[in-house]
């Protein structure tokens, strides 16, 4: 553990998180982790992707919870029968995989309140990434082929899902800055000169040239 490091890399929607990661892992030679956490919990629990993605970083509502299959508290799977987690069994899926990977080596993580799981990890940088708003709406907008009124609806509704689920498992508001080492407004910086921001803070912080 002495030798290797985390990045975890929370976002607004629209902002380019995922642009930051991938960049980032290509500077750094080390894995960004996004999708490959939801495939960890699908094969665990034998489902499809497609059953869970909607739900990551959101809370179900009161009768889409109604008609979730399966008991609420300890996980178990059973052969041949459709589970679908409660929103707390799947944070906690979430939560176990993100440590392993966090234990295995180097690693660039989005999302999924990683800065708050992974916060007692000796050697971690966690920085947020946003942007302007009219930025946000045309990046959402040409990345989901929508019109403007319902890239602003999905922008809003994603910030208040998000923000609801990081107060309800981690306690922690979601825009606490202290949470973080590094902020970047990408329709600041750009995504190069965000990149060159982290790894300057990397290096200070963890020390690891």
Known sequence: MDN??????????????AEVGQRLSKALSIPFVDRQILKQVSDYLNLPESDLQEREERLVSFWEQFFIAGPVGTLTVTGGEKYLPSDRELFELESKFIKEIAQKGSAIILGRGSMCILRDFPKRFSIFVYAEMEDRIKRVSE???ISRKEAIDMINQNDRDRENYMKTFTKIPWLDLRMYDLCINTSSVGFDNAVKCVIDGINHKLKIK
């Open 4 to 17: 290797h490091y985390i990045i975890t890399i929370s976002h607004m929607i629209g902002c380019g998180g």
């Open 143 to 145: 990345l989901y082929n």
